[in-house]
């Protein structure tokens, strides 16, 4: 069965048609600029794009980087516009879309529920933790494979900032880190999260996953196994689509 998943990020909102059996893209993802300002407006124009590029017509799964509650209504936008918050994004998708079925989820959950089905979770029993580092940092909690969903664990303290402002990759580009110096701050990150969990399993996701070499052999001092998530680019898409299977 094919499901249409599309994932909305800090610079780009992409989607495809899902292969819901291998967990694959069934085509060639279409991706457009997102919008500045991200306004609730401008995204949905963006997805209405994506969609009908692909004249896709049935269940839509959509990611949003922000706390999602109940498939629908936005709860948080860290770093999208503040429009956003309280938006009921099913309705305001579905409309743009003509009537079909949506349902959105955070993307880190969405990228998590892909990695655990398809990817580097796969079988995993036991507390399994999901970060995605970008534009923010974004958290998925397994716990026998099931999902807590809006952990936002990228907005945990660390040394009196916020995790997120200090070890995303956006901090690393903004600061002009080192692969080392970023490595420390992840690895701070990382006890800090392990301390409060006491995971099995990191599994780090992302663009920066693609690099995994370049940091996750500088990490040390942290008990959990840390693996990169084996999805990549495409664990939003995918992750949005088989929610959208259950749920749209
Ligand atoms: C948001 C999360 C999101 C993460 C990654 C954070 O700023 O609060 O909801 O998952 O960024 O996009």
Redesign the pocket.
């Known amino acids: 069965m094919q499901i249409f998943g599309v994932d909305i990020?800090?610079s780009g909102i992409k989607g495809a048609p899902v292969d819901l059996e291998r967990g694959e893209l069934a085509q060639e993802r279409h991706k457009v600029l997102t919008p500045h300002p991200a306004t609730p407006d401008g995204v949905a124009d963006a997805v209405k794009e994506v969609v009908g590029h692909f004249g896709w017509t049935g269940p839509v799964g959509i990611t949003f980087?922000?706390?999602v509650t109940g498939g629908s209504m936005i709860r948080?936008a860290?770093?999208v516009d503040k429009s956003w918050i309280d938006t009921d994004a099913r309705t305001l998708f579905g409309s743009r879309l003509n009537g079909l079925p949506v349902t959105v989820l955070?993307?880190?959950d969405a990228a998590g529920v892909a990695e655990m089905k398809f990817g580097a979770g796969r079988d995993r029993k036991g507390t399994v933790i999901v970060l995605?580092l970008?534009?923010?940092?974004?958290?998925a909690l397994f716990v026998d494979g099931a999902l807590v969903p809006?952990t936002?664990l990228?907005?945990l303290e660390l040394g009196g900032h916020e995790a997120?402002k200090r070890a995303s990759t956006k901090a690393k580009e903004d600061h002009d880190l080192t692969w080392e110096h970023w490595a420390r701050r992840v690895r701070k990150y990382l006890a800090h999260v392990e301390m409060l969990f006491s995971p099995e399993l990191f599994v780090i996701g992302g663009g920066v996953s693609r690099k995994s070499e370049k940091f996750l052999p500088l990490i040390e001092g942290v008990t959990a196994e840390i693996v990169p998530a084996q999805l990549q680019n495409n664990a939003g898409i995918v992750g949005a689509a088989m929610r959208a299977a259950t749920t749209a």
């Open positions: 990020g800090g980087p922000g706390v948080t860290a770093n955070n993307d880190a995605t970008g534009t923010g940092i974004g958290s809006n936002e990228g907005h997120e």
